[in-house]
Every structure is written in C-alpha cells, then in structure tokens.
C-alpha cells in the first residue's frame, strides 16, 4: 500500500523557510492570570506533602505568590517604559 505524502511548503517545515518582507511589532503579554501561582498554592493548601510538609509547602507556596507579584510589577514597569519610548 502506498501513501502519497504532499510536498512540504515554504513554511520553514522542510528548512526552506522564507524571510518575511515585514517588519515585526512588539505587543504586551495579555494579562492571563497567575496559573503556576494558583497551582502551587492549591496544592500546597490541599496536600502539603506534595511539598515536603505544611512549613514546606507554605514557604514554597508564599515564594511563588511574592514572585508572581513582582513579575507583574516588571511586566508594569517595562510596558510604561516601552510607552515612553514610543511618544
């Protein structure tokens, strides 16, 4: 049995990809929530052996919560920054 397999385009699949003519723009990351955030702190609050214990798990569960906070803080700062730049 034969199958016939299509010929790859110039998609960059069949390394042949093309440059594109344009140019390219920065947009700001969509706020989307805290979802590794969440997930770390439910499962610390659920099953805080998963962890290592409840001292554990509440250590991990609070540095994770303190660097979701201060990746939107950057995330904040860089796009009032990249606004600067563009007046």
Do not use: C
Request: hydrophobic share 35%; charged share 30%; proline share 5%.
């Amino acid at each position: 049995m034969k199958i016939n397999v299509p010929e790859p385009e110039d998609s960059g699949s069949d390394g042949r990809q093309e440059k594109s003519d344009s140019k390219s723009e920065i947009v700001d990351l969509q706020p989307v929530g805290r979802p590794m955030e969440q997930a770390i702190t439910g499962l610390a609050a659920n099953n805080s052996r998963a962890f290592g214990g409840e001292v554990a798990s509440t250590l991990i569960a609070g540095a994770t919560s303190q660097m979701a906070v201060e990746l939107d803080q950057i995330r904040k700062e860089l796009h009032e920054q990249r606004e600067k730049m563009n007046v």
